[in-house]
């Protein structure tokens, strides 16, 4: 199965928080899923460690590079496609970031590791 890992999904098992469900952690670290990250979900760590509203590690960029490459996940990045998706979908949902993850899941036809239930509102099936 193809799984799209939320942001906050993928800081969470990253930094082993509590918030991160049991059932998340299992679809994480079953070896029969490929899991994917969004580059969408690297630049929304950026902005927010920039503008202060997500503290990380003065190393952090190399530790989640680390993370991504030992826990084999692939990057899936943002095409022409994905972007026209985006323009398709209802605004029922105002992040942009969250916004191209539902239009990447749509395309590429994966569920998504997510504890935002706004992404049920599109059609896309999530797990936690």
Known sequence: MKILI?????????LD??????????????????????????????IKHSLGKLKLRPNWFLLFMHQIQQNSIQWLSIIPEHCH???LLPFLHRDPF?????AQSLVEEMQVLTQDASFKLYGV????
């Open 6 to 14: 939320d942001t906050h999904a993928l800081l969470w098992f990253f």
């Open 17 to 46: 928080d509590a918030r991160l469900s049991k059932k998340a952690k299992a679809v994480y670290l079953d070896v029969n899923h490929q899991l994917f990250v969004s580059t969408a979900s690297l630049w929304e760590i950026c």
């Open 85 to 87: 998706q985006v323009s």
């Open 98 to 102: 969250d916004r191209m993850l539902v």
């Open 125 to 128: 099936e999530s797990l936690w």
